[in-house]
């Protein structure tokens, strides 16, 4: 019988615990897109054959994390869990179908519990994660930058507002992200640049 593998995620979107199987062949063969019922997130496995490259979508945080595993921690073996950078917790299980299915009815749980004892962590969490997914793109194309001449920068998320900080000089570039308004402004934007001196 071909071995199959579990993947699970928490959708950021439903809430709800996302498992998905494939067989080791399949995923060897071709990449792996992994969609909530609710439609509104997925998770993609792609390979080279010697690494893996995973995009999952976080159940903790929203945002979607990148990550690369060896073949071999995702074809076989127990399994293995992937953390979330922003809240150090792990968001993300691939193994065994049992192991998986243990792992995300803890993740639920505590997903859930993160939500209520922080029930508006922002004003708008689809405009949040609009927001923050745009200014990602915007990166992605080296599209922040300060008037200092700095090209690093770290990003603080606020309740209504995302910071771009300079690495250099310190200047900030507040990005409201509350309403519709928000984003259409961020939207028509090719460059972020920080008022640095
Ligand atoms: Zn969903
Ligand atoms: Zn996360
Ligand atoms: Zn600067």
């Given at each position: 019988?071909?071995e199959?593998?579990?993947f ?27 969609e ?17 490259r ?13 990550a ?6 995702i074809?076989?073996?127990?399994g293995?869990?992937?953390g ?10 691939i ?79 507040r990005?409201?992200a ?16 920080i008022?640095?001196?």
């Amino acid at each position: 019988m071909e071995e199959m593998r579990s993947f699970g995620y928490i959708c950021p979107k439903c809430g709800k615990p996302v498992i998905s199987q494939r067989s080791t062949f399949a995923l060897t063969a071709a990449a792996a897109r992994m969609e909530c019922e609710c439609e509104k997130s997925m998770m993609e496995v792609q390979t080279d054959g010697v690494k893996f490259r995973l995009w999952v979508p976080c159940g903790l945080c929203g945002q979607t994390h990148q990550a690369e595993c060896s073949a071999d921690a995702i074809l076989h073996g127990r399994g293995i869990g992937l953390g979330c950078p922003k809240t150090k917790q792990l968001c993300c299980y691939i193994g065994e179908e049992l192991v998986v299915e243990n792992a995300m009815e803890q993740l639920a749980i505590r997903a859930e519990k993160e939500k209520t004892e922080n029930p508006e962590a922002f004003t708008d969490n689809v405009i949040m994660y609009e927001v923050l997914s745009e200014v990602k793109d915007i990166a992605a194309r080296g599209g922040i930058s300060c008037g200092c001449g700095g090209t690093d920068y770290s990003i603080q998320v606020h309740r209504d507002a995302v910071d771009l900080t300079c690495s250099r000089c310190g200047s900030k570039l507040r990005l409201p992200a509350a309403t519709d308004e928000d984003l259409d402004r961020l939207c028509c934007q090719m460059k972020l640049i920080i008022p640095g001196r």
